[in-house]
């Protein structure tokens, strides 16, 4: 077993990877309808612009076209896949992610990617760390650039973080029968504007935006996301591509890597702990916990619902500040702070946040949003372009 430490050997060994792309894993992916569909419904989204492909054909974009963040199935947006410091788990911890083109079912997405950022950090949930972020490059088939991602990571010594015990007082969320009714009622009353555009000119500084609901979560919410949207990856963000002898291999390749069950002496996958209670708290969280990047995507549902299907997401960013553990309950919620014009684009920035039902905001972060505009040389992201 590989030492599970930060050391200034592991720290310069990744400083010395900065600046240069990578290729990992199966470089393209041919993006089909099947796949948009389940993407979106294992973020509980149900917009029929992303699980209807007869409504897309009837859109602006002629075609069944994916939810904005459908890219991480392509490639998962952390820096875990800059490796380095083996045994030295990886925590997400923040996104930004801008939008150009629509991914359609039938395009073919193939992402490039570099480190970005290594840094040396401190904090209450584990002491010394390391940050890093990745920056992603997703292209489709005619070499257009279709989104650009960054990934953010905290590198932690598992057992410092479970000694820390910083979510040792977090327990099991109990509900009432009248705080259910009141997650169900949120869910029944999700607005998505779809075909009735929302003019930029009707949008005022100060509107506030949502709620929509997500939880509570469950494991099976957690397991199904695994397997449509962990950047076709088992497990969340891991570097393993398939099971059994696939995952054994990648052990004896990777020192440090895999984690050791004490009851069957057997090794297995670094991201238990998404699913598995006993190992989450070995890695100092209160029990099984979310994959962050889900939150990117509710925040990114919410302003596809809000901006209806001649709208278009610019970016979105988000920072997880909290564990999202099972039980957990998330509002989320947006408020619009800027209004301008940028080209001939009509821009609207909204401020995102995500409170739990402990009243924490787990998820802050914000997005820009093209709208569509009364002015006739306005220009919205999206539309077909003439050789499709």
């Known amino acids: 077993?590989?030492?599970?430490?930060?050391?200034?050997?592991?720290?310069?060994?990744?400083?010395?990877?900065?600046?240069?792309?990578?290729?990992?894993?199966?470089?393209?992916?041919?993006?089909?309808?099947?796949?948009?569909?389940?993407?979106?419904?294992?973020?509980?989204?149900?917009?029929?612009?992303?699980?209807?492909?007869?409504?897309?054909?009837?859109?602006?974009?002629?075609?069944?076209?994916?939810?904005?963040?459908?890219?991480?199935?392509?490639?998962?947006?952390?820096?875990?896949?800059?490796?380095?410091?083996?045994?030295?788990?990886?925590?997400?911890?923040?996104?930004?992610?801008?939008?150009?083109?629509?991914?359609?079912?039938g395009d073919v997405i193939g992402p490039t990617f570099r480190p970005w950022r290594v840094e040396r950090k401190s904090g209450r949930f584990a002491g010394e760390m390391v940050a890093m972020d990745m920056e992603i490059l997703y292209r489709n088939q005619f070499d257009e650039l279709v989104a650009i991602a960054h990934g953010n990571v905290f590198r932690v010594v598992r057992e410092d973080a479970r000694r820390r015990a910083k979510y040792a007082d977090v327990t099991p969320a109990p509900y009432t029968a009248a705080e259910l009714e009141r997650i169900w009622d949120t869910y029944d009353h999700e607005e998505v504007r779809g075909p009735e555009p929302r003019y930029w000119e009707d949008v005022a500084v100060g509107d506030v935006v949502g709620p929509i609901v997500r939880g509570p979560l469950r494991v099976v919410e957690v397991s199904f996301r695994n397997w449509y949207g962990g950047g076709q990856l088992t497990g969340a963000g891991g570097m393993t591509f398939g099971g059994h002898y696939h995952q054994f291999r990648e052990y004896l390749d990777r020192p440090g890597y895999a984690e050791t069950d004490e009851a069957t002496g057997v090794d297995d996958h670094p991201h238990r702990g998404h699913w598995e209670d006993s190992f989450a708290r070995k890695i100092g969280v209160p029990g099984v916990y979310d994959i962050a990047v889900q939150r990117t995507a509710w925040h990114a549902t919410l302003m596809t619902n809000w901006a209806g299907d001649d709208g278009w997401l610019r970016r979105v960013w988000c920072e997880f500040r909290r564990f999202n553990?099972?039980?957990?309950?998330?509002?989320?919620?947006?408020?619009?702070?800027?209004?301008?014009?940028?080209?001939?684009?009509?821009?609207?920035?909204?401020?995102?946040?995500?409170?739990?039902?402990?009243?924490?905001?787990s998820t802050p972060g914000g997005a820009f949003v093209v709208l569509p505009s009364r002015n006739p040389g306005a220009y919205v992201p999206g539309d077909p372009e003439a050789r499709r």
């Open 325 to 361: 553990v099972e039980g957990d309950t998330t509002w989320i919620t947006g408020k619009v702070v800027r209004k301008w014009i940028e080209g001939r684009e009509h821009m609207v920035e909204i401020e995102l946040a995500a409170h739990n039902q402990r009243g924490e905001d």
């Open 1 to 105: 077993m590989a030492e599970r430490a930060i050391t200034e050997e592991g720290i310069a060994e990744l400083e010395s990877r900065l600046g240069s792309y990578y290729r990992s894993g199966p470089y393209r992916l041919d993006v089909s309808a099947d796949d948009i569909r389940n993407n979106a419904r294992m973020n509980g989204d149900w917009n029929p612009l992303f699980v209807d492909a007869a409504y897309g054909a009837g859109t602006r974009y002629g075609a069944h076209v994916a939810p904005p963040t459908y890219v991480d199935l392509i490639k998962h947006y952390t820096a875990t896949a800059i490796g380095g410091l083996p045994g030295v788990h990886a925590f997400h911890t923040g996104n930004d992610v801008e939008f150009f083109r629509p991914v359609r079912a």
